[in-house]
Every structure is written in structure tokens, then in C-alpha cells.
């Protein structure tokens, strides 16, 4: 029970501030937010229980006692009513069928401060304030979805009909906030752990993927949402390269992504080597599979069981997670210290070492840095591949960034997987790289919706009105392949 309650608690410590894991393009609001220590082990004087599954209220009996309180919701008498004071911040006890509360209203403090933040840089959506120079700032909260959307109630009355299209989809987001500060006993992030081969995974969506893995029954949505939000991230990376995978060639995928890919499978699928104790039956060890996941930011502190699912769903291959990007320690210098650069670790990289399956490295540098100086050569297509979650390849607050990585990528031959968080999104991300390099790179995956994007919504505080959903899309791309051609000489003639 001690290493589930951990567990939780490392994803909850991780899920909270919702904003961490978007885009760094869209980050427009002040710098002084705090990232989470993933590993923080939070101590709690709430018993961990079982929580009620009816939504409604225990009911005293007839004799006149109250019903004992379920542990999952018993609170100190010292703290008092309705607020448990925790080692990081203020944790709400809420039950699941209180979990509705208006933003600057909360009784979660860190969800207050949020709305304030909103109030302080977001603006009305109006129609009235779009030829305005200088347009208001958002100052009252819908009653119905609780999220600070429009400056005053004459303005939100009179928009009702465009709010009230993502009304519902607001409200849905609010209480899976208030969720995660409830202090219930959160059974979806005990990820399961190692399985027999012969129990293959079925990757055609959600609820057969953690089927198969032998995952806790999830009985409600807002459970799987929250469970999807962190199992996103490795399980977006396993639905392209697994053999099992839900895209084929019928499916979005090209012929030149088939001819990557499978470089990249018979590595992650090696056959049996029938290795064994004496010295006729050794057998090498293939080198790990490298995962470069540029740009990182939140997802490079993941809870690392969160990682490990890869582990699990690759059982014969070893990986080493390679996180680079400016921000991939931002808010963890505290619990990591970041090494020196010293000449035998120049950029000063961070390595830890999980278990003999999986090492995960952290570069704070960006990659065409590392790239012109060796660090990473020679690639491998049968061993190597780029991750790029949210990158905002397009997005003009970023976009000049890339121009410096992009031919460096190019360059490694190496297939690309690239995520985004909308479909407008991933469309500009397309068009970027058209328009960039035209004629230089090969589609493996067409862009579309992915199989695997979180099913949790999350609110962007600089505009509360564009929603949005981690990894919505995935596509892929490489640099392209130019075949050598012989060119037949005219035949010799004798005068």
C-alpha cells in the first residue's frame, strides 16, 4: 500500500499544474510558476481507503448515528472542516459529488491563484472588444462551468450561444482539477507492471490497450482521463513503432514510413536468442534503443514508472530516453543538481539509471549544439528516433528556434514523431515544415488524430476559451533518401 500511495502522489505532484505540459509557445503567462518535484514524497495524515462509488451523501440510520466516514475522506480535527494542510501546498478534501466549485471561489487555494492569473492576462472573447485597442480583461465567471470567460455579465449573457459550445467541455475540465486535490485514493496510477509475452497488446484504442496490459479496472471517465493524461507521453512513442501498431499502410502510414519503422521493429522486436549459462550458448546484447525527445519541458519529469511502461511493452529491447531542450530541468535544479562541465561531460548531462532496461539522460542544450559537435554520432535508423511532443514547429513564438534544428534532423535520416496539441496546431506545424524544407523530407505518418491522445481537457490560462487535449495529433516525417543511381555509358564504337 506504501509504494501505491507513492505512486499516486508522484502523479499527482505532477498532473496539478495543468499548464506544464503545453507548448512552450503558448506559455504567455508570468515566469513564476513552480514545477513540481516528481519524486516529492508527500506526508499525509489521511488514511488511504476505498472511496464511496454512489454520488451521494451517506444518510444517518434510523437509530440516529451517523455512518462512519469512508478514511479516504477523514480530516484532522486540527485542521478543521473541508482543508488538509499538506508539506507542499493546501490539499482538498472534496467528495466526488462536490467537486463543482467556480475558480475564484475554490476552496483550493493554488485554483484561486490560478483564476487570478486568468483575471490578470486573459481577455474577453467578445465581439465588442476585437477592434478595440486596448480590450478588457476577463473579470466574471460563468456560473454554469465555474472558469473565469468574459469581462462582465452583460457580455457573457449576450455571447451565451458561442460559450455555451465549450460550456459543458469547461465544467468537465473544472472538476478534474478540483479532482486532484479531493484526497481520495486515485487507484488509476497504479500502472501495471511486467507481463508473459505470449499476452500480446492490443493497441486499437484506450480501453483495450490497458486491457490487454492488465491494468486496474477504470470504471469511471474521470479516472481514465486522468490516467490518460500521464500514460499519453510513452504510449503516443509505442503506438508508432510497435508491431501491433493501429496505423498501417491502410491506415495513414506511407511506404516510406513502413520502410523506416521496420528498421526501427526488428530491433524492438528481436527473435528469441536462446542465450543461456555456459559459453556455447552467449549471445550480444544489442545496443539500447534511443528515444531523443527534443524540446522536452514537463514530460522530461514524468514520473520514471510512467516511462517504464515502454520497458514493459518492449520486453527483449533496452532504451535510453534522451531528453534535450533549454527547459527539460526547469524547476528541478533543487532535487537535481545539474552536474559540471567537465571533459568528460561537456555539456553536463544528467543520467539515471532506472534498471538494466532503461537509462534516461537530460541535456540542458539545444540539440543542433549537440548535433554539430558529435555528441549523439553516428545515428543508427535501426536504433535511433526523434520524439517532439507539442513543439510548435509553427507557431511564431518558437518558430525561429527550429530553424536551427530542423536541417540538422534532416540530416540524420532518422524518422521524426511529432505530436500536437490541436489540429490547428499540427497543421501549422505541417505547412511550416513544407514551406521550409519543400522537397527535403518524406511523410511517414500523415497527420491525423491520435489513438492515444489524453482524453483529459486542459485550459490554456492566457485564453480559457481554447481547449485543448495533450498529443491530440501525431505525425512523422525524415529527411529524405536520394537512392543511388548508375547511369549507363554510350557504347564504345571503334572508327
Not at 370 to 398: E, I, K, M, R, T
Not at 443 to 453: H, Q, R
Request: aromatic share 10%; charged share 25%; with cysteine.
Amino acid at each position: 500500500m506504501a509504494s501505491i500511495r507513492a505512486t499516486s502522489q508522484r502523479c499527482l505532484a505532477h498532473l496539478r499544474p495543468s499548464d506544464l505540459l503545453r507548448p512552450a509557445a503558448r506559455r504567455t503567462l508570468p515566469s513564476n510558476r513552480l514545477y513540481p518535484a516528481f519524486a516529492r514524497r508527500h506526508q499525509s495524515s489521511v488514511t488511504v481507503g476505498e472511496s464511496p462509488r454512489d454520488n451521494t451523501s451517506p444518510t444517518p440510520p434510523a437509530g440516529g448515528v451517523p455512518p462512519p466516514v469512508p478514511p479516504a475522506y477523514r480530516i484532522p480535527r486540527e485542521i478543521g472542516p473541508g482543508v488538509l494542510e499538506g508539506d507542499d501546498n493546501t490539499r482538498v478534501l472534496l467528495r466526488q459529488n462536490n467537486l463543482f466549485h467556480a475558480w475564484d471561489k475554490s476552496p483550493s487555494a493554488a485554483i484561486r491563484e490560478r483564476a487570478a492569473r486568468i483575471k490578470a492576462n486573459a481577455y474577453c472573447p467578445h465581439a465588442e472588444h476585437l477592434h478595440v485597442a486596448e480590450p478588457k480583461h476577463i473579470n466574471f465567471t460563468c456560473p454554469d462551468c465555474g472558469i473565469p470567460t468574459y469581462c462582465s455579465e452583460e457580455h457573457w449573457a449576450e455571447d451565451y450561444e458561442n460559450h455555451l459550445l465549450i460550456c459543458d467541455t469547461l465544467k468537465e475540465a473544472n472538476e478534474d482539477e478540483h479532482d486532484l486535490r479531493s484526497g481520495r485514493f486515485f487507484p488509476e496510477f497504479e500502472h501495471p507492471g511486467e507481463q508473459i509475452e505470449e499476452q500480446l497488446v492490443n493497441m486499437t484504442n484506450w480501453d483495450t490497450f490497458l486491457y490487454t496490459r492488465g491494468a486496474l479496472a477504470i470504471d469511471e471517465d474521470r479516472q481514465l482521463r486522468q490516467a490518460t493524461k500521464l500514460l499519453t507521453y510513452p504510449t503516443t512513442i509505442a503506438s508508432v513503432v510497435h508491431e501491433l501498431s493501429p496505423y498501417s499502410l491502410r491506415h495513414r502510414m506511407t511506404n516510406e514510413g513502413l520502410r523506416s519503422f521496420s528498421a526501427l521493429r526488428y530491433t524492438l522486436h528481436p527473435p528469441a536468442t536462446g542465450a543461456g549459462q555456459d559459453v556455447k550458448n552467449i549471445r550480444t546484447t544489442p545496443p539500447p534503443v534511443r528515444l531523443f525527445i527534443l524540446g522536452a519541458r514537463a514530460e522530461s519529469s514524468l514520473p520514471r514508472d510512467v516511462w517504464y511502461q515502454l520497458a514493459y511493452m518492449f520486453p527483449r529491447s533496452t532504451f535510453h530516453l534522451i531528453f534535450i531542450g533549454p527547459e527539460s530541468m526547469k524547476g528541478r535544479e533543487a532535487e537535481y543538481p545539474l552536474p559540471d562541465r567537465t571533459s568528460s561531460n561537456p555539456f553536463g548531462a544528467l543520467s539515471e539509471r532506472i534498471s538494466y532496461h532503461m537509462k534516461i539522460s537530460t541535456f540542458v542544450e539545444y540539440f543542433h549544439t549537440l548535433h554539430d559537435a558529435g555528441a549523439f554520432a553516428p545515428y543508427d535508423p535501426y536504433f535511433d528516433c526523434f520524439v517532439l511532443f507539442h513543439p510548435g514547429l509553427g507557431h511564431p513564438g518558437s518558430a525561429a528556434e527550429w530553424e536551427y534544428t530542423l536541417p540538422k534532423l534532416l540530416e540524420t535520416k532518422l524518422p521524426i514523431v511529432c505530436t500536437g496539441y490541436t489540429e490547428t496546431d499540427m497543421v501549422r506545424d505541417v505547412e511550416w515544415v513544407h514551406d521550409k524544407c519543400k522537397g527535403e523530407f518524406d511523410i511517414l505518418l500523415e497527420p491525423g488524430e491520435n489513438a492515444f491522445k489524453s482524453q483529459r481537457w486542459d485550459i490554456n490560462d492566457a485564453d480559457p476559451t481554447d481547449l485543448s487535449q495533450g498529443n491530440w495529433g501525431v505525425w512523422s516525417f525524415r529527411g529524405k533518401r536520394y537512392e543511388a543511381t548508375t547511369k549507363e555509358e554510350p557504347p564504345v564504337t571503334v572508327s
